[in-house]
């Protein structure tokens, strides 16, 4: 239509479609009409004409409606196409308009409706869209920004908490957009760190603000302040401590430190390196209880690797240090706070100082760790050893440890407490002694010591008492191997008393088998088996005369020995037999009983008072 009338709006189409069965019903408004015909093969549209309904119109059928068209001139084609044009514009401007009504519709059920997640792409489009969320709503971002291209996370609406800019974003309308934990755990990524920041410090430190316990994902992260812990029971552990790293960067301090003394925390596959920097280390807590550090690497500390203060009832395993510029491991803090603490399972390698130091530590554990050095430096410093007990540290237990190329193998510091134990010890290729104890009531026993004084200095043993009482040495194996061991055991110093050395083998001195100082007392040296590759060889007579300047010497033959020349005052001496000669109290030494040694058995004899006095023996028949 062409014109309004009636019923009829301009520009209104009438589309008929006439049933197999040839029936039809038109009403048709007055106007011009214009008439288009289609056949059911031909879907397009061909310009029928143009008809007049008027009052004059008398046509009652299709064909009387169609004799009375008239072609349309051409000004009534042209306006008749605007007409159509318009009607097309009109009908794609409201089907729009429909949509776009939809839509909105749609777009604020989503964000009213909490049970459906509204998507971000991005944190930062996030934060800038101007939606109003309602509380409670979930909002998912795949990536926290494009310079990670991950840290993606779900959030929830909230009204109360306060927006920190890292895990908790302020949005429209003044609500807060709070990180959602995978399983109480969140990732650094979604606070925002990256691996090209120089300083992560706040990011990283925001995820551990956070209440959850914190992931730090494949990647190399830089802080250049210390990181702390900032509640009980909180676990922060990577996904490899080969590939997962966090790297002091200008920090020169601790990278994990913590004076707040709470209770439960666990590091575990966390890698830390200090490689640039001039101090610091990996960790350094005070105060904690029920403390795991398991798994973790430390590259290139500066001071002490692993440093704990104060602590109690934790385990420190399965950990790899390399290089670090103190000990490898360290208890410390006040006298005796350090408790039941378990160092276990580490590998340490070329540590400046001791690889296990415990100090200050009561009821402790070194075991099944490895402390080795190449020898390039730590070789040298005296003051240290594969595992060390100093400052008041007693009833601790060093047990099953495995030390190579250190200065000592263990050293019990004359600082340390009472009633220690080493036992089960494997000692090689120490710079100066295998065991060096300098305090009270010490166990040592079972430990096998094969190469000492690779520092070139024949004074060092193998076992080394000094200055100490109720010390006890058994069943111990010490072997120069390819050092300079002088001695097997000394007991050195003005205050021995009371030291029970029993059941040990002794291979391979360069002097002698045990130096003794005169000020010792009380000692008990019996059933220690000896044997010098060097030793001088004396055929066994009723008088025999030992060598100058040698402390053990073979006995060949099974002659009876009555006396024995070559005595001076305080001179000991070990004899070893090759075969059953038998020494008698009748001349100038004074046995228990008379001695009958089995092939290998020995006699360790000390001159004293105008006698030889047995100071121990071993496979002997009486």
């Known amino acids: 239509h062409r014109t309004s009338t009636g019923d009829t709006v301009k520009t209104a189409q009438s589309i008929l479609t006439i049933p197999p069965d040839g029936s039809y019903s038109i009403d048709l408004e007055y106007g011009e009409i214009l008439v288009e ?12 004409g143009v008809v007049v309904v008027n009052e004059d119109s008398t046509a009652t059928s299709i064909p009387e409606l169609l004799n009375a068209v008239v072609p349309p001139s051409d000004a009534q084609l042209i306006e008749f196409q605007a007409i159509l044009g318009d ?40 934060t800038a869209s101007s939606i109003a969320f309602p509380v409670g709503k979930k909002i998912n971002t795949f990536v926290n920004n494009t310079t990670s291209n991950a840290g993606g996370a779900s959030y929830t609406v909230s009204d109360v908490a306060v927006a920190d800019g890292y895990g908790n974003h302020a949005l429209s ?32 430190q925001a995820a551990f603000d956070s209440g959850h316990d914190v ?25 490899s401590p080969q590939s997962a790293f966090l790297v002091a960067n200008g920090l020169n301090g601790y990278i994990i430190s913590s004076t707040a003394g709470r209770d439960g925390l666990t590091i575990k596959n966390v890698g830390f390196s200090n490689g640039s920097d001039t101090s610091g280390g990996a960790i350094d807590i005070t105060g904690y209880t029920n403390t795991i550090i398991n798994g973790c690497r430390s590259v290139d500390s500066k001071g002490d690797a692993i440093l704990t203060r104060d602590c109690s009832n934790g385990g420190i395993s399965d950990n790899e240090i390399l290089n670090s510029g103190g000990h490898g491991i360290s208890t410390a803090g006040s006298l005796g706070t350090t408790v039941f603490f ?26 099944s760790n490895i402390v080795r050095h190449d020898g390039t430096g730590g070789i040298h410093l005296g003051g240290y050893g594969g595992v060390r007990l100093s400052n008041s540290s007693k009833n601790c237990t060093v047990v099953g440890n495995v030390c190579s190329g250190m200065s000592r193998g263990v050293f019990v510091v ?135 300047q040698t402390s053990t010497v073979n006995i060949t033959g099974a002659n009876t020995i009555d006396t024995i020349n070559g005595y001076s005052n305080g001179r000991i001496a070990t004899l070893t037999f090759t075969n059953t000669a038998t020494i008698t109290n009748t001349g100038n030494v004074s046995v228990v009983n008379n001695f009958t040694a089995y092939i290998g ?11 030889w006095v047995e100071v121990g023996r071993s496979h002997a028949t009486s």
């Open 414 to 548: 004359s600082t340390a407490g009472q009633s220690n134990v080493i036992t089960g010890n494997t000692l090689n290729q120490c710079g100066r002694e295998g065991i060096l104890v300098g305090a009270l009531y010490t166990k040592v026993s079972s430990n096998i010591i094969d190469g000492v004084g690779y520092e070139r200095n024949a004074n060092y043993g193998g076992i080394v008492i000094d200055d100490s009482k109720r010390i006890t040495i058994n069943d111990n194996t010490v072997d120069r191997s390819n050092g300079d061991m002088g001695y097997g055991i000394r007991m050195l110093g003005a205050d021995n008393e009371g030291n029970i050395i029993t059941n040990n083998s002794l291979f391979n001195y360069q002097a002698d088998a045990f130096e003794i100082t005169s000020s010792t007392t009380e000692a008990i040296i019996r059933d220690n088996y000896t044997r010098d590759s060097d030793a001088p060889n004396i055929a066994s007579s009723t008088t025999i005369t030992l060598p100058a």
């Open 601 to 611: 058995g020995t006699l360790t004899i000390a001159w004293a008072n105008g006698k």
């Open 173 to 204: 309308g003044g609500n807060v957009a709070v990180i959602i934990p995978d399983s109480g755990v969140v990732s650094i990524l979604q606070y925002g760190a990256t691996e090209s920041n120089a300083n992560n410090k706040a990011e990283i």
């Open 37 to 48: 015909y289609s056949d059911y093969k031909k879907p397009r549209f061909k310009n029928v």
């Open 87 to 126: 009607a097309v514009s009109a009908k794609d401007d409201a089907e729009q308009a429909r949509d776009e009504a939809e839509a909105f519709a749609n777009a604020l059920d989503l964000v009213n409706d909490l049970s459906q997640a509204y998507e971000f792409a991005t944190v930062a489009e996030m």
């Open 342 to 367: 378990r160092i276990s399972n580490n590998y340490i390698f070329n540590p400046a100082k001791s690889g296990v130091n415990i100090s200050s530590s009561s009821y402790c554990t070194a075991n």
């Open 215 to 239: 992931r730090i994902p494949v990647g190399v992260f830089n802080v250049s302040s210390s990181l702390s812990p900032t509640r009980d029971d909180f676990t922060l552990f990577a996904d």
